[in-house]
């Protein structure tokens, strides 16, 4: 039975929360300008059938190209810790960098216990995106006149023991509850005139996410007050002043957020030269 044979399916929160995620990425690819976004990030929000999600997203490369929504109701991914806890061995267990640099990020299985090596050199472990092969995993750091640094998501748990001489390990992390269900990662190791960092930071896409969900709020702010200005029961400068308030609001969280991202991308390409540096001094290697 095809596509085109089934009724017209109801479409879930979950259903066009998946759209809105492959908007998101569309946009941050640049496939879509601002305003395509918008326009099918509305169309989205209005959907109440597959049949108005399919057209919305079927120009767009996905995690499955050729049926970015399919009519045939299938269970939605969930998004909650435990479909990230997955089991086996993980994809990769160790890293090393020697007067040069690693990185593990994006999708990929974080093992039970995950060993790394710098020395003259630095690696990044980013967990943000991976799944987890157990509820609590150890990711252990030996740093010698390098460093490594450990990116967690918001909601997990870090426990830090390393050991630092002339060097030392990040504890800011620390301290935190973690989301049910999260799983606990244990930051250990030695660092010897080196450094461990560990820092907790949203995806590039979740901040896209929250971006949105603070566009909407506003919008849904002053749709309220013209209600209000509309029935009589709010005057026209009070309602400017309102506005004029969001603005200001927004402006200030924009400018942080930006000086936030233009500082991460410093430190990145930063990153980025050092390790160049090392494998060009170790002949490329």
């Known amino acids: ?9 109801r479409a879930s929160d979950a259903d066009r929360e998946r759209v809105t995620e492959q908007l998101r990425d569309a946009l941050a690819e640049g496939r879509l300008d601002m ?4 326009e099918r990030l509305e169309a989205t929000y209005k959907a109440r059938t597959y049949g108005e999600l399919a057209p919305i997203t079927r120009d767009l490369p996905g995690p499955a190209a050729a049926a970015p929504v399919s009519m045939v109701k299938q269970p939605a991914e969930s998004g909650s810790w435990a479909g990230r806890i997955v ?4 994809s990769s267990a160790w890293a090393v960098a020697i007067m040069s640099g690693f990185e593990r990020k994006g999708r990929w299985t974080v093992p039970q216990r995950f060993n790394s090596f710098a020395f003259w050199g630095g690696g990044e472990i980013d967990l943000r995106e991976a799944n987890f092969a157990d ?3 150890v ?3 030996v740093a010698i006149m390098g460093g490594v640094n450990v990116v967690v998501p918001p909601g997990v748990e870090v426990v830090v023991r ?3 001489i002339m060097g030392g390990f990040d504890h800011r992390e620390e301290g935190q509850p973690g989301e049910p269900g999260a799983p ?12 461990v960092g560990v820092e907790r930071k949203l995806t590039r896409a979740e901040r896209l996410r929250i971006k949105e969900e603070r566009r909407q709020e506003k919008l849904e702010r002053k749709a309220a007050r013209k209600e209000l200005q509309g029935s009589g029961s709010d005057s026209n400068g009070l309602g400017e002043m309102f506005d004029a308030l969001d603005e200001a609001r927004d402006l200030i969280r924009e400018r942080h957020e930006d000086r936030r991202e233009r500082h991460e991308e410093r430190r990145e390409r930063h ?4 390790e160049e540096r090392h494998r060009r001094r170790n002949g490329g290697y």
Request: charge should be negative; glycine fraction near 20%; aromatic fraction near 10%.
């Open 135 to 137: 509820r609590e995993v």
């Open 1 to 9: 039975m095809t596509d085109d044979e089934l009724p017209e399916l």
């Open 35 to 38: 305003e395509e976004f918008e």
């Open 271 to 274: 990153r980025e030269r050092r």
């Open 184 to 195: 606990r990662v244990i930051v250990t190791g030695f660092a010897f005139w080196g450094g």
């Open 162 to 164: 390393g050991i630092g």
């Open 87 to 90: 089991g086996g061995e993980g």
């Open 139 to 141: 990711i252990n750091c």
